[in-house]
């Protein structure tokens, strides 16, 4: 298992931008899928976007492609990014990073695939 913390998170209205970060506690990503879950008021965890760290390998989910982008940082091999952009009412919830190593691309959006989970950030967006 990894520590992962979460940051960037914050109130912006809509059609605005926020970057999230995923940083790894005292090691470096090597064999990991990270994710990005988020969950809603009310409502249940979602599978947001996933990067493959040795491959750059992204997948999004149908409600942020194109608005959202995962990246990693190349420099610092301990951190992924989540550039939120367009920003509706809809994205608010309390966003989560995840991360495991052996995820085969079947499971990537399943949230039980990972074993790692940050505290959480919230992104709240208002009309």
């Known amino acids: 298992q990894v520590q992962l913390v979460e940051s960037g998170g914050g109130l912006v209205q809509a059609g605005g931008s926020l970057r999230l970060s995923c940083t790894a506690s005292?090691?470096?990503?090597?064999?990991?899928?990270i994710g990005w879950f988020r969950q809603p008021p009310g409502n249940e965890r979602e599978f947001v976007a996933a990067?493959?760290?040795?491959?750059?390998?992204?997948?999004y989910a149908d409600s942020v492609k194109g608005r959202f982008t995962i990246s990693r940082d190349n420099a610092r091999r301990d951190t992924v990014y989540l550039q939120m952009n367009s920003l509706y009412p809809d994205d608010t919830a309390v966003y989560y990073c995840?991360?495991?190593?052996?995820?085969?691309?079947?499971?990537?959006?399943?949230?039980?695939?990972?074993?790692?989970w940050g505290q959480g950030t919230q992104v709240t967006v208002s009309s």
């Open positions: 995840a991360a495991d190593t052996g995820i085969i691309l079947s499971s990537i959006r399943n949230d039980a695939s990972y074993d790692s």
């Open positions: 005292g090691r470096t990503f090597n064999q990991h899928t």
């Open positions: 990067i493959r760290w040795n491959s750059r390998t992204t997948i």
